[in-house]
Protein backbone atom coordinates (compact mmCIF):
# COMPACT_ATOMS: atom_id res chain seq x y z
CA UNK A 1 0.00 0.00 0.00
CA UNK A 2 1.38 3.52 -1.05
CA UNK A 3 1.86 5.59 2.23
CA UNK A 4 0.36 8.60 2.95
CA UNK A 5 1.90 10.84 5.45
CA UNK A 6 -0.12 14.00 7.15
CA UNK A 7 -0.82 17.09 4.76
CA UNK A 8 2.25 19.45 4.47
CA UNK A 9 1.86 23.50 5.03
CA UNK A 10 2.41 25.64 2.01
CA UNK A 11 5.63 26.84 4.43
CA UNK A 12 6.83 23.32 4.91
CA UNK A 13 6.44 22.87 1.12
CA UNK A 14 7.93 26.17 -0.15
CA UNK A 15 11.03 25.08 2.77
CA UNK A 16 11.27 21.67 0.93
CA UNK A 17 11.40 23.00 -2.40
CA UNK A 18 13.91 26.03 -1.61
CA UNK A 19 16.63 24.10 -0.05
CA UNK A 20 16.29 20.87 -3.06
CA UNK A 21 16.86 23.94 -5.32
CA UNK A 22 19.80 25.34 -2.98
CA UNK A 23 17.88 29.01 -2.52
CA UNK A 24 19.29 30.91 -1.17
CA UNK A 25 22.99 29.43 -0.95
CA UNK A 26 24.50 27.97 2.03
CA UNK A 27 27.87 28.92 3.00
CA UNK A 28 30.46 27.76 0.76
CA UNK A 29 33.65 26.17 1.14
CA UNK A 30 36.19 24.54 -1.59
CA UNK A 31 36.57 25.80 -5.45
CA UNK A 32 34.06 27.86 -7.20
CA UNK A 33 34.54 25.71 -9.86
CA UNK A 34 33.54 22.64 -7.74
CA UNK A 35 30.77 24.86 -6.33
CA UNK A 36 28.94 25.40 -9.76
CA UNK A 37 29.36 21.87 -10.98
CA UNK A 38 27.62 21.11 -7.43
CA UNK A 39 24.80 23.04 -8.61
CA UNK A 40 24.56 21.73 -11.79
CA UNK A 41 24.71 17.81 -10.78
CA UNK A 42 21.81 18.92 -8.22
CA UNK A 43 19.44 20.87 -10.40
CA UNK A 44 19.95 18.33 -13.01
CA UNK A 45 19.82 20.87 -15.96
CA UNK A 46 20.64 24.63 -16.53
CA UNK A 47 19.04 26.43 -18.52
CA UNK A 48 20.63 28.20 -21.68
CA UNK A 49 18.84 30.94 -23.15
CA UNK A 50 20.63 33.77 -25.43
CA UNK A 51 18.44 36.87 -24.45
CA UNK A 52 21.08 39.23 -22.91
CA UNK A 53 19.13 42.32 -20.95
CA UNK A 54 21.27 40.94 -18.03
CA UNK A 55 23.29 38.58 -17.97
CA UNK A 56 22.11 35.43 -19.97
CA UNK A 57 19.91 32.85 -18.13
CA UNK A 58 22.47 29.81 -17.61
CA UNK A 59 24.88 32.50 -15.49
CA UNK A 60 22.34 34.01 -13.90
CA UNK A 61 20.90 30.79 -12.36
CA UNK A 62 23.83 29.49 -11.54
CA UNK A 63 25.18 32.89 -9.94
CA UNK A 64 21.90 32.54 -7.82
CA UNK A 65 22.98 29.34 -6.03
CA UNK A 66 26.95 30.21 -6.30
CA UNK A 67 27.64 33.64 -5.38
CA UNK A 68 31.74 33.19 -6.81
CA UNK A 69 30.28 32.09 -9.98
CA UNK A 70 32.12 32.95 -13.13
CA UNK A 71 31.22 33.38 -16.56
CA UNK A 72 34.08 31.05 -17.48
CA UNK A 73 33.17 28.09 -15.21
CA UNK A 74 30.64 27.09 -18.11
CA UNK A 75 33.00 26.67 -20.90
CA UNK A 76 35.88 25.38 -18.13
CA UNK A 77 33.46 22.35 -17.11
CA UNK A 78 32.85 21.82 -20.79
CA UNK A 79 35.97 21.57 -21.30
CA UNK A 80 36.69 18.92 -18.93
CA UNK A 81 33.97 17.24 -20.33
CA UNK A 82 32.35 17.54 -16.80
CA UNK A 83 29.37 19.19 -18.32
CA UNK A 84 27.95 18.70 -21.73
CA UNK A 85 25.04 20.63 -24.10
CA UNK A 86 22.07 18.69 -25.01
CA UNK A 87 17.71 19.19 -24.37
CA UNK A 88 16.05 18.55 -21.05
CA UNK A 89 13.11 20.88 -21.87
CA UNK A 90 14.95 23.16 -23.15
CA UNK A 91 18.07 23.61 -24.55
CA UNK A 92 20.34 23.42 -21.57
CA UNK A 93 23.76 22.21 -19.78
CA UNK A 94 23.08 18.78 -18.18
CA UNK A 95 25.61 16.80 -15.97
CA UNK A 96 28.19 14.13 -17.96
CA UNK A 97 27.55 11.67 -15.55
CA UNK A 98 24.00 11.64 -16.22
CA UNK A 99 24.98 11.19 -20.06
CA UNK A 100 23.53 8.25 -20.71
CA UNK A 101 20.30 9.50 -20.18
CA UNK A 102 20.23 11.73 -22.94
CA UNK A 103 20.41 8.57 -25.23
CA UNK A 104 16.51 8.00 -24.86
CA UNK A 105 15.49 11.07 -26.75
CA UNK A 106 18.69 10.80 -29.27
CA UNK A 107 17.63 7.42 -30.76
CA UNK A 108 14.21 8.10 -30.81
CA UNK A 109 15.17 11.03 -33.10
CA UNK A 110 17.84 8.88 -34.80
CA UNK A 111 15.09 6.02 -35.39
CA UNK A 112 12.33 8.24 -36.52
CA UNK A 113 10.31 7.13 -33.17
CA UNK A 114 10.24 11.14 -32.10
CA UNK A 115 9.94 13.96 -34.82
CA UNK A 116 12.11 17.25 -35.07
CA UNK A 117 11.48 20.39 -35.96
CA UNK A 118 12.72 19.72 -39.60
CA UNK A 119 12.35 17.26 -42.18
CA UNK A 120 14.97 14.80 -42.88
CA UNK A 121 17.49 15.87 -45.69
CA UNK A 122 20.12 12.35 -45.30
CA UNK A 123 21.76 13.38 -48.55
CA UNK A 124 22.94 16.73 -46.19
CA UNK A 125 22.93 15.36 -42.81
CA UNK A 126 25.67 12.61 -44.50
CA UNK A 127 27.41 15.79 -46.22
CA UNK A 128 28.09 17.92 -43.12
CA UNK A 129 28.93 14.55 -41.06
CA UNK A 130 31.65 13.63 -43.37
CA UNK A 131 33.20 17.47 -43.51
CA UNK A 132 33.54 17.52 -40.02
CA UNK A 133 34.96 14.26 -40.21
CA UNK A 134 37.67 15.35 -41.93
CA UNK A 135 38.12 18.36 -40.89
CA UNK A 136 37.59 18.64 -37.36
CA UNK A 137 35.34 20.73 -35.21
CA UNK A 138 33.07 23.32 -37.53
CA UNK A 139 30.30 26.29 -37.02
CA UNK A 140 27.07 26.72 -39.25
CA UNK A 141 28.92 29.83 -40.60
CA UNK A 142 31.49 27.56 -41.94
CA UNK A 143 29.31 25.73 -44.75
CA UNK A 144 28.62 28.26 -47.34
CA UNK A 145 24.66 28.81 -48.36
CA UNK A 146 24.03 30.10 -52.08
CA UNK A 147 20.58 29.79 -51.83
CA UNK A 148 17.34 32.07 -50.96
CA UNK A 149 19.71 35.03 -49.07
CA UNK A 150 16.08 36.44 -47.36
CA UNK A 151 15.84 32.99 -45.38
CA UNK A 152 16.20 32.36 -41.78
CA UNK A 153 19.46 31.32 -41.08
CA UNK A 154 18.41 28.65 -38.76
CA UNK A 155 16.16 26.97 -42.01
CA UNK A 156 19.51 26.89 -43.76
CA UNK A 157 19.79 23.01 -45.17
CA UNK A 158 23.38 22.71 -43.15
CA UNK A 159 22.12 24.33 -39.82
CA UNK A 160 19.36 21.87 -40.35
CA UNK A 161 21.98 19.16 -40.36
CA UNK A 162 23.65 20.16 -37.83
CA UNK A 163 20.83 20.61 -35.63
CA UNK A 164 19.52 17.03 -36.65
CA UNK A 165 22.94 15.82 -35.97
CA UNK A 166 23.35 16.87 -32.41
CA UNK A 167 20.02 16.04 -31.33
CA UNK A 168 20.48 12.47 -32.74
CA UNK A 169 23.87 12.37 -30.56
CA UNK A 170 25.93 12.47 -33.79
CA UNK A 171 27.88 15.73 -33.08
CA UNK A 172 28.36 17.55 -29.56
CA UNK A 173 29.63 20.68 -28.71
CA UNK A 174 33.13 20.68 -27.19
CA UNK A 175 32.95 24.79 -26.68
CA UNK A 176 31.18 27.78 -28.14
CA UNK A 177 32.96 30.67 -29.99
CA UNK A 178 31.16 34.18 -28.72
CA UNK A 179 28.21 31.89 -28.25
CA UNK A 180 28.11 29.87 -31.34
CA UNK A 181 27.75 26.51 -31.13
CA UNK A 182 30.92 24.92 -32.29
CA UNK A 183 30.31 20.84 -33.77
CA UNK A 184 32.24 17.86 -33.52
CA UNK A 185 31.37 14.11 -33.68
CA UNK A 186 30.69 12.43 -30.50
CA UNK A 187 33.30 10.19 -30.59
CA UNK A 188 35.58 12.76 -30.06
CA UNK A 189 34.37 14.52 -27.52
CA UNK A 190 33.07 12.17 -25.18
CA UNK A 191 35.17 10.87 -22.01
CA UNK A 192 36.36 7.67 -22.75
CA UNK A 193 35.08 5.80 -19.57
CA UNK A 194 31.46 7.08 -19.73
CA UNK A 195 28.79 4.54 -19.61
CA UNK A 196 26.87 4.88 -23.16
CA UNK A 197 24.45 1.63 -22.76
CA UNK A 198 20.92 2.31 -23.53
CA UNK A 199 18.79 2.51 -20.46
CA UNK A 200 16.03 0.80 -20.31
CA UNK A 201 12.20 2.18 -19.94
CA UNK A 202 12.06 1.38 -16.43
CA UNK A 203 15.71 2.94 -16.13
CA UNK A 204 14.77 5.96 -17.80
CA UNK A 205 11.75 6.56 -15.56
CA UNK A 206 12.96 5.90 -12.12
CA UNK A 207 16.06 8.58 -13.24
CA UNK A 208 13.41 10.88 -14.85
CA UNK A 209 11.61 10.28 -11.33
CA UNK A 210 14.95 10.43 -8.59
CA UNK A 211 16.05 13.13 -10.33
CA UNK A 212 13.37 15.53 -10.46
CA UNK A 213 12.41 15.06 -6.86
CA UNK A 214 15.72 15.46 -5.51
CA UNK A 215 16.20 18.92 -7.56
CA UNK A 216 12.85 20.01 -6.75
CA UNK A 217 11.47 18.69 -3.09
CA UNK A 218 7.96 17.65 -4.50
CA UNK A 219 6.39 17.19 -7.63
CA UNK A 220 3.47 15.47 -9.38
CA UNK A 221 4.24 13.73 -12.53
CA UNK A 222 2.80 16.31 -14.61
CA UNK A 223 5.76 18.42 -13.83
CA UNK A 224 8.48 15.16 -13.74
CA UNK A 225 7.35 14.72 -17.26
CA UNK A 226 6.64 18.39 -18.41
CA UNK A 227 7.74 19.06 -21.63
CA UNK A 228 9.43 15.64 -22.45
CA UNK A 229 7.85 13.64 -25.39
CA UNK A 230 5.64 10.53 -25.08
CA UNK A 231 6.74 9.81 -21.38
CA UNK A 232 3.92 10.77 -19.03
CA UNK A 233 2.23 7.58 -18.94
CA UNK A 234 5.82 5.55 -18.46
CA UNK A 235 6.74 8.24 -15.41
CA UNK A 236 2.93 7.51 -13.82
CA UNK A 237 3.37 3.90 -14.10
CA UNK A 238 6.27 3.51 -12.67
CA UNK A 239 5.63 6.45 -9.78
CA UNK A 240 3.00 3.82 -8.52
CA UNK A 241 5.44 1.27 -8.61
CA UNK A 242 7.81 3.14 -6.60
CA UNK A 243 4.94 3.84 -4.10
CA UNK A 244 4.29 0.64 -3.40
CA UNK A 245 7.29 -0.67 -2.65
CA UNK A 246 7.59 2.86 -0.51
CA UNK A 247 10.54 4.15 -2.30
CA UNK A 248 8.11 7.35 -2.44
CA UNK A 249 5.98 8.96 -0.22
CA UNK A 250 3.21 11.23 -1.16
CA UNK A 251 1.22 13.75 0.94
CA UNK A 252 -1.51 16.65 0.75
CA UNK A 253 -0.90 20.06 -0.12
CA UNK A 254 -4.04 21.90 -0.22
CA UNK A 255 -6.34 19.56 -2.61
CA UNK A 256 -3.28 18.19 -4.42
CA UNK A 257 -1.38 15.00 -3.90
CA UNK A 258 2.23 15.54 -4.33
CA UNK A 259 5.58 13.08 -3.93
CA UNK A 260 8.75 12.95 -2.11
CA UNK A 261 11.74 11.19 -2.16
CA UNK A 262 11.53 9.85 1.80
CA UNK A 263 15.23 10.75 2.69
CA UNK A 264 14.25 14.66 1.38
CA UNK A 265 12.13 14.85 4.11
CA UNK A 266 15.07 15.07 6.43
CA UNK A 267 14.98 18.90 4.96
CA UNK A 268 12.29 20.23 6.38
CA UNK A 269 14.71 20.07 10.03
CA UNK A 270 17.00 21.89 8.57
CA UNK A 271 17.09 26.15 8.43
CA UNK A 272 16.23 28.17 5.48
CA UNK A 273 17.79 31.15 5.43
CA UNK A 274 14.42 34.20 5.11
CA UNK A 275 16.45 36.87 5.45
CA UNK A 276 18.70 36.62 2.22
CA UNK A 277 16.93 37.91 -0.77
CA UNK A 278 18.12 36.73 -4.55
CA UNK A 279 16.89 38.23 -8.05
CA UNK A 280 16.29 35.18 -10.10
CA UNK A 281 16.04 34.66 -13.24
CA UNK A 282 12.85 34.20 -16.01
CA UNK A 283 14.19 30.94 -16.49
CA UNK A 284 15.42 29.86 -13.55
CA UNK A 285 14.92 26.21 -12.44
CA UNK A 286 12.59 27.40 -9.65
CA UNK A 287 10.37 29.10 -11.67
CA UNK A 288 10.19 27.23 -15.27
CA UNK A 289 6.35 25.37 -14.11
CA UNK A 290 4.31 28.30 -14.09
CA UNK A 291 1.26 26.41 -12.93
CA UNK A 292 3.32 25.29 -9.89
CA UNK A 293 4.44 28.35 -8.84
CA UNK A 294 1.13 29.54 -8.41
CA UNK A 295 -0.03 26.22 -6.49
CA UNK A 296 2.90 26.33 -4.13
CA UNK A 297 4.53 30.10 -3.96
CA UNK A 298 0.88 31.38 -4.74
CA UNK A 299 2.93 33.47 -7.27
CA UNK A 300 1.03 34.32 -10.62
CA UNK A 301 4.36 34.87 -12.93
CA UNK A 302 4.47 35.38 -16.38
CA UNK A 303 7.75 36.82 -18.75
CA UNK A 304 6.68 39.83 -20.66
CA UNK A 305 9.46 39.31 -23.60
CA UNK A 306 6.79 37.52 -25.80
CA UNK A 307 3.85 39.73 -24.71
CA UNK A 308 2.73 43.19 -27.19
CA UNK A 309 4.57 45.46 -25.40
CA UNK A 310 0.87 47.71 -24.82
CA UNK A 311 -0.49 44.66 -23.32
CA UNK A 312 2.84 44.31 -20.52
CA UNK A 313 2.07 44.70 -16.82
CA UNK A 314 5.68 44.49 -15.19
CA UNK A 315 7.90 44.99 -18.21
CA UNK A 316 9.96 42.82 -20.72
CA UNK A 317 12.23 41.30 -18.64
CA UNK A 318 10.83 41.15 -15.15
CA UNK A 319 12.69 39.10 -12.59
CA UNK A 320 11.14 37.42 -9.51
CA UNK A 321 12.51 38.15 -6.17
CA UNK A 322 12.67 35.03 -3.46
CA UNK A 323 12.45 36.93 0.18
CA UNK A 324 11.86 35.22 3.66
CA UNK A 325 10.54 31.97 2.01
CA UNK A 326 8.15 33.73 -0.53
CA UNK A 327 8.04 35.07 -3.94
CA UNK A 328 7.56 38.73 -2.65
CA UNK A 329 8.50 40.89 -5.88
CA UNK A 330 9.54 41.29 -9.76
CA UNK A 331 11.88 43.39 -11.03
CA UNK A 332 12.04 44.59 -15.04
CA UNK A 333 15.91 45.57 -15.74
CA UNK A 334 18.31 46.03 -18.45
CA UNK A 335 21.73 46.09 -18.21
CA UNK A 336 23.35 48.96 -20.75
CA UNK A 337 27.04 48.11 -20.40
CA UNK A 338 28.70 50.32 -22.66
CA UNK A 339 27.41 53.10 -19.53
CA UNK A 340 27.97 50.94 -17.41
CA UNK A 341 23.98 51.54 -15.55
CA UNK A 342 21.71 48.95 -14.62
CA UNK A 343 18.15 50.44 -15.37
CA UNK A 344 15.54 49.28 -13.09
CA UNK A 345 12.46 50.26 -15.59
CA UNK A 346 10.16 48.92 -12.57
CA UNK A 347 9.94 47.34 -9.93
CA UNK A 348 6.64 45.86 -8.41
CA UNK A 349 6.53 44.83 -4.68
CA UNK A 350 3.51 41.62 -4.67
CA UNK A 351 0.35 43.32 -2.88
CA UNK A 352 0.62 40.58 0.33
CA UNK A 353 4.33 41.99 1.33
CA UNK A 354 4.15 44.08 4.24
CA UNK A 355 7.06 43.89 5.63
CA UNK A 356 8.56 46.79 3.11
CA UNK A 357 11.37 47.73 5.41
CA UNK A 358 12.82 44.57 6.12
CA UNK A 359 12.66 43.89 2.28
CA UNK A 360 14.20 46.91 1.59
CA UNK A 361 17.03 45.85 3.62
CA UNK A 362 17.38 42.61 1.93
CA UNK A 363 17.63 44.32 -1.36
CA UNK A 364 20.06 46.63 -0.20
CA UNK A 365 22.72 43.87 0.69
CA UNK A 366 21.73 42.08 -2.95
CA UNK A 367 21.77 45.32 -5.33
CA UNK A 368 25.45 46.16 -4.81
CA UNK A 369 26.90 42.28 -6.11
CA UNK A 370 23.70 41.86 -8.68
CA UNK A 371 24.76 45.43 -10.04
CA UNK A 372 28.51 43.79 -10.36
CA UNK A 373 27.52 40.01 -11.79
CA UNK A 374 25.81 42.39 -14.56
CA UNK A 375 28.77 44.74 -15.26
CA UNK A 376 27.61 47.76 -13.99
CA UNK A 377 28.15 50.78 -11.70
CA UNK A 378 25.22 52.69 -11.50
CA UNK A 379 21.92 52.28 -10.78
CA UNK A 380 18.58 54.04 -12.61
CA UNK A 381 15.46 53.46 -11.09
CA UNK A 382 12.43 54.29 -13.41
CA UNK A 383 9.04 53.51 -11.96
CA UNK A 384 7.83 51.27 -9.02
CA UNK A 385 4.55 49.69 -7.79
CA UNK A 386 3.41 51.19 -5.53
CA UNK A 387 4.56 54.88 -5.93
CA UNK A 388 5.24 55.65 -2.97
CA UNK A 389 7.96 52.81 -2.29
CA UNK A 390 10.69 54.42 -5.32
CA UNK A 391 11.64 56.99 -2.75
CA UNK A 392 13.17 54.14 -0.36
CA UNK A 393 14.90 52.32 -3.08
CA UNK A 394 16.28 55.48 -4.57
CA UNK A 395 17.51 55.94 -1.06
CA UNK A 396 19.25 52.42 -1.11
CA UNK A 397 20.74 53.24 -4.39
CA UNK A 398 22.05 56.17 -3.00
CA UNK A 399 24.03 54.14 -0.04
CA UNK A 400 25.22 51.94 -2.87
CA UNK A 401 27.09 54.48 -4.39
CA UNK A 402 28.03 56.54 -1.38
CA UNK A 403 29.55 53.08 0.28
CA UNK A 404 31.28 52.60 -3.09
Request: charge should be neutral; aromatic fraction near 10%; proline fraction near 4%.
Amino acid sequence: MAQIIDSLSKQEARTLVLLSQKLPPAKQSGRALDDTLSVIEQLGYVQIDTISVIQRAHHHTLWTRNPSYQKSHLDQLVAEKKVFEYWSHAASYLPMCDYRYSLVRKNAIASGEQSHWYERDEKMIKSVYDRIKEEGPLMAKDFEYTGNKTMDWASKPAKRALEYLFMQGDLMIPYRNSFHKVYDLTKRVLPGDIDTSLPSKEEYARFLITKYLDANGLGQASEIAYLLKNTKALVSANLQEMLSTGELLQFKLGEKIYLALPDSLDLLNKPLSRSKLKILSPFDNLLIQRKRMKAIFDFDYQIECYVPEAKRKFGYFSLPILWDGKLVARMDCKADRNKSVLHINHLALEPELRETDAFFLALSKELAPFMQFNECTTIEVHKTTPRDVRQELVTIIKSLVTND
